[in-house]
Every structure is written in C-alpha cells, then in structure tokens.
C-alpha cells in the first residue's frame, strides 16, 4: 500500500498519521520555567492532558483558542507527557521539560 502523503510504502515507514501530525502542533518554550504555550495553525486542539514521566495524571486543559498558555508554575521540575487531544478524538503525545 503507497502513502503519497508520505512518499514511502506505509508498512515502512516507520511511523503512522498521528507522528507525521505532530509536527504541526507546537509546544513552547521547551524546557519551560512557569507557562508554555500549544498551538496549531493546521489541526483544531481540543484538550491537553498532563503526566508525570511515570504516567500518574496531573492536570487537564481544555483548549479555547489555536494557541493557548498553559501555566505549571506550581509543578516540581522534571520530564511531563502531555496528551494533546484534537477535535477528532486523536491523541498526539509530547515531552515537556520543566526547568
């Protein structure tokens, strides 16, 4: 099967629609001291959900705008995952770096 998206067959590329879309999805600063931002010119964001690196919950945001502060001053420093939800129910997910 081609992915002419991708340019490669689909079984080898090593990577499936949900990696190639998150590049459109842009979290920063990364490492973040107090707020970092999520935005996306090309994908409609609903939801950002917050992990520690050992995969406990922290938090849940729900997005209002393309690009939106998130404020962790509160978090200890350290690696967080953070789940980003669009408004098609897929789920892309990041690594954040709290300074």
């Known amino acids: 099967m081609q992915r ?6 689909y079984y080898f590329c090593g990577y499936n629609v949900n990696e190639v879309m998150i590049n459109h999805i842009k ?11 999520v935005q996306s010119d090309e994908i409609i964001l609903d939801e950002v959900f ?16 393309y690009s939106q502060k998130i404020n962790i001053a509160t978090l200890q420093a350290g690696i967080y995952l953070l789940k980003v939800k669009d408004m098609q129910k897929n ?7 709290k300074l």
């Open 4 to 9: 002419e998206d991708l340019g490669c067959e």
């Open 50 to 65: 917050i992990y520690t690196i050992q995969g406990q919950f922290i938090n849940h945001i729900k997005l209002q705008e």
């Open 91 to 97: 789920i892309y997910t990041m690594k954040l770096i």
């Open 27 to 37: 979290i920063y600063p990364n490492p973040v001291s107090t707020e970092f931002y």
